[in-house]
Every structure is written in structure tokens, then in C-alpha cells.
């Protein structure tokens, strides 16, 4: 089985990569190579490497994001089910800063997005249910929600045209909108 894959620098979003991995299919189904290190590592900084692997289940119309920090390397996709997957530049001194882009992820069109710190990463599900996968590459220790950013996902200033306008939401996205409304955002 080969581990081809096609390796593109976002045009939006500078450092940003666009993986598609070669798919295999026959009556069975298919299969496909999500990561390769020799291939994949090669785009983070000299001797950093992942260092662990996270999954999310989430249901029809569940927003997640957008969330961030300063030092992990997130490299995502949609393993079951459909998402529309965003990345927002949240670093301040960036041409782009809180512009973003989307990407559809699904089972006909298979991506993986490396997004490097000081990205906003988000997600949208428009599938009944979907399996995110995130693997995390940073130095130190991980840096866990409290000590995260967030964005409000309805922040005008970033204007995201969502798939619908009244998603699920955890309480940390929630909170971020209330401070949004009130005038308190990032």
C-alpha cells in the first residue's frame, strides 16, 4: 500500500497545509493513510514531533471551536461522517489576521488540515453524526480549555457563514458568544 499524498500550502492562510491522502477502493470499500511521519513531521519546526492523538463524536448541527493557543500544531480530519471544517488566523500581526477558510470533509472528498499555533480551529457537523481526529504536536506539556483562546462563533468580526444558524454549543462556546454580545471578545 502506498502513502501518497498531496501536500499544499493554503493560498488563504499562510502555513496552513491541505493533505489529501491517496484512497484504495474495491468492492470491500477503501482504505486510506492518514499520517505518515517521514511525510508529515517534515512540515513542523526541526525537532518537534506529535505527540498524541485525540477523537471527538458529535451529533448533527454540533458547532465546536473556535479554539486555540500559542504553541500546538493541529493536524485534523473527519474520519466518519461530514464536516465543514474552518480555520481562522488569530495571530495578531498577520496580514490575515481573523480571516478564515473551510474546508468540507467527508468520505468523497477526504482532506486533513494541519493548522499551526495561533489558529482558531473549528467545526461544524452536518452529517447525523461525525468522528473528529486531531493529532497534537507542541513542546512541553498540553495545553488543555482553561488555558486555551476562544473566539465566539458567531464573532462579526471573523463573519463565518455557517451551515445553520443555531448550532449546539458547548457551555465554554456559549459563554464566549454572551461576552461577544456584551462587548467583551478577544
Not at 90 to 104: G, I
Request: aromatic residues 14%; proline residues 4%; charged residues 25%.
Amino acid at each position: 500500500m502506498a502513502f501518497d499524498f498531496i501536500i499544499e500550502e493554503s493560498q488563504e492562510i499562510k502555513g496552513v497545509h491541505i493533505i489529501t491522502p491517496s484512497i484504495s477502493e474495491d468492492l470491500r470499500g477503501n482504505i486510506w493513510t492518514s499520517f505518515y511521519q517521514e511525510e508529515i513531521e517534515q512540515l513542523l519546526p526541526a525537532g518537534l514531533h506529535f505527540k498524541h492523538d485525540k477523537f471527538s463524536q458529535s451529533r448533527q448541527n454540533v458547532l465546536r471551536g473556535i479554539h486555540g493557543d500559542f504553541k500546538t500544531w493541529k493536524y485534523v480530519t473527519c474520519v466518519f461522517g461530514e464536516i465543514h471544517q474552518y480555520v481562522v488566523d488569530c495571530r495578531k500581526n498577520s496580514p490575515t489576521y481573523l480571516k478564515w477558510q473551510e474546508f468540507l470533509i467527508n468520505k468523497d472528498n477526504q482532506k486533513i488540515i494541519l493548522i499551526p499555533p495561533s489558529m482558531g480551529n473549528a467545526y461544524y457537523v452536518t452529517s447525523e453524526y461525525a468522528v473528529y481526529h486531531y493529532k497534537c504536536a507542541y513542546e512541553g506539556e498540553y495545553i488543555d480549555a482553561g488555558e486555551q483562546f476562544t473566539f465566539a462563533w458567531n464573532d462579526k468580526r471573523i463573519g463565518i457563514a455557517w451551515p445553520a444558524p443555531n448550532p449546539v454549543l458547548s457551555d465554554r462556546d456559549m459563554l464566549a458568544a454572551v461576552k461577544q454580545r456584551k462587548g467583551n471578545a478577544l
